[in-house]
Structures are given as structure tokens and as C-alpha cells.
């Protein structure tokens, strides 16, 4: 069974760190305790600067306390990629290597071959 | 991806008044923990039980599996309380197990103990040795609730599933 990772693990590290909604909210610099339990239900995210905070309060990164948003933005971009390399191979097989595009095409094609999982199959 | 195979397991202890829920991912990874209390004299405690404590577990955690445990003495409110969770988490498999924690400790004190060398970040929850007089404190139902869970993951105890929902046993 594939499960998703969860949006975020915010309660968890916060439940094993042993302080209370209070405490992290203190220290996090948020107006009170109840910003940081919709936080931690996922009903609305952090700022960044708040979601840095949490990282330096942790010792954790933040892909890895957000981690289900950041699979979700990861995949979302990598999806973006793929199709802007599609839509800029188009325009070099059409109107042959200008520089601007072709630099553009290398530039996207070299980091989608840098992720992982990455299969190098033309997008439709 | 090589985190695509997580499983997550909500386990509960239930009694007439309260349950205790751990969640854990994986065997080793301890999610969130807690006992959910209902002071309530109405007969609409089991209600408050279900929609206002077991509902935003739900909706947090998303758990692959429900477990809990099928004792043979259970009181009705219990019986009655085991239903009404049922009926709310209708989607995800549920597995009642028929109880056998024996191998993680005698006693709950024991299960308690092996429990918190496992998984030192509920350490804090346990109590000193209750006295035979004393009543037992409320938090052991968390306890149980991890035993249960570490129970169910290793594979130690029989699934009632088909009993229940008429669908194979894990």
C-alpha cells in the first residue's frame, strides 16, 4: 500500500520534544497557540518565516517537517518542467537553435536529469 | 521514492468513558500520542467520544488501519462505543484483534515498561507502580494502545476483520 507522506509532522516533533502549543508558539514568535494548532491540523500553513523557525527550533528541514507539501510542490514543479521543456523543444525544432531558448532547453533538460526518478521520456 | 511505503496504524484502547490512541508509521516512527477523555453523564458521551475526539485524530493523521482491541468482558458502553467508531470511520479497514499482549509483559506495568525502553519519548507518561488500593491512572490506556499497535505490526495477533466487516484479514 502506497501511503503519502503527511502535509506536515509538526505535532509529532513538537509532541517529542515534550512543549506545549504555548511554549512553541513563544519561541516561534506567533500571536498565540491557536495559530500553531491550525498549523499543526493543516488547515492553514505557516509563513516562511515561521516555518523557518520551527526548522531552527527542531533541527530539522523544512522539507522534512512539511513533507507531504513538499512531495505535492516537488511533483507539481517537476510536472511544470517537463511541459515547458516540451513547449521549448517545440520552438527549437521550429525556428532552429537560437541562443536565449537554446540555453533556456539545456538549463531545464540538465536539471530534470538531476532529479531522481526522472525517466527521460518525451511529454505529450 | 523511498518514502512511498509508509503504513500508518492508529491504534486504540477503548473504555466506557475514554480511549487512548497512539499512531505510529512504520514499526519504529511514533506519531502522536494521547488519551481522550468525555466527562459527560449524558448518554450522548459516546457521541462526544466519537465526533469531537476520534473525528480530528482522523483527519490529521489519514491512517492506513484503525486497530483495536476485542476484549471478551465489555461492558456496554464500551460495545456501544466500539459501534459508533465504526460508523465513523467508514473508508478506512478496521481491524478488531482479540487480545493477546502477553508477550510484551505479564501486567500492564510491564507492557508499560517494555514499552518506554522502545520508544523513549513516552517515557514521561508513565506513572509510578500503582498500589493494589489504588485506582489505575488513566494514561496506561495509552500504553496499551501502543501495545496493541506494536502487536498488531508484528504480526502477533489475529485479525477479527472478516468477523466485523466481511472482508479478509491482514
Request: proline content about 4%; glycine content about 4%; charged content about 25%.
Amino acid at each position: 500500500m502506497a501511503t503519502q507522506r503527511l502535509p506536515n509532522y509538526l505535532r509529532t516533533y513538537r509532541k517529542h520534544s515534550g512543549l506545549s502549543q504555548s511554549d512553541i508558539s513563544f519561541l516561534t514568535r506567533l500571536k498565540s497557540k491557536s495559530d500553531l494548532s491550525r498549523y499543526e491540523r493543516n488547515l492553514r500553513q505557516p509563513s516562511l518565516r515561521t516555518a523557518l523557525a520551527c526548522q531552527e527550533l527542531y533541527g530539522v528541514a523544512v522539507s522534512d517537517l512539511f513533507a507531504g507539501l513538499s512531495d505535492s510542490v516537488g511533483k507539481n514543479t517537476r510536472n511544470r518542467m517537463k511541459r515547458l521543456r516540451t513547449r521549448l523543444q517545440a520552438k527549437v525544432d521550429h525556428k532552429g537553435s537560437r541562443n536565449g531558448i537554446m540555453q533556456k532547453f539545456q538549463w531545464i533538460s540538465h536539471r530534470l536529469l538531476e532529479m531522481p526518478n526522472f525517466k527521460l521520456v518525451q511529454a505529450v | 521514492m523511498k518514502h512511498k511505503r509508509l503504513t500508518r496504524i492508529l491504534a486504540l484502547d477503548l473504555h466506557p468513558r475514554s480511549f487512548g490512541y497512539v499512531v505510529i508509521e512504520r514499526l519504529t516512527t511514533l506519531l502522536d500520542w494521547g488519551v481522550c477523555r468525555s466527562y459527560r453523564k449524558t448518554k450522548k458521551l459516546q457521541e462526544v467520544l466519537v465526533g469531537r475526539r476520534l473525528r480530528p485524530l482522523l483527519k490529521i493523521w489519514m491512517p492506513d488501519v484503525i486497530v483495536a482491541r476485542v476484549g471478551e468482558r465489555r461492558s456496554k458502553s464500551v460495545e456501544s462505543l466500539f459501534r459508533q467508531m465504526k460508523k465513523e470511520i467508514n473508508g478506512t479497514p478496521f481491524r478488531p484483534i482479540t487480545v493477546s499482549l502477553h508477550y510484551l509483559g505479564r501486567s500492564k506495568y510491564e507492557r508499560a515498561v517494555a514499552l518506554t525502553t522502545r520508544f523513549p519519548a513516552i517515557s514521561c507518561k508513565l506513572r509510578a507502580k500503582r498500589k493494589p488500593w489504588e485506582s489505575e491512572h488513566y494514561s496506561m490506556s495509552l500504553f496499551e494502545a501502543l501495545a496493541i499497535a506494536v502487536a498488531y505490526r508484528a504480526g502477533n495477533v489475529p485479525s477479527l476483520t472478516a468477523a466485523y466487516s466481511g472482508t479478509p484479514s491482514k
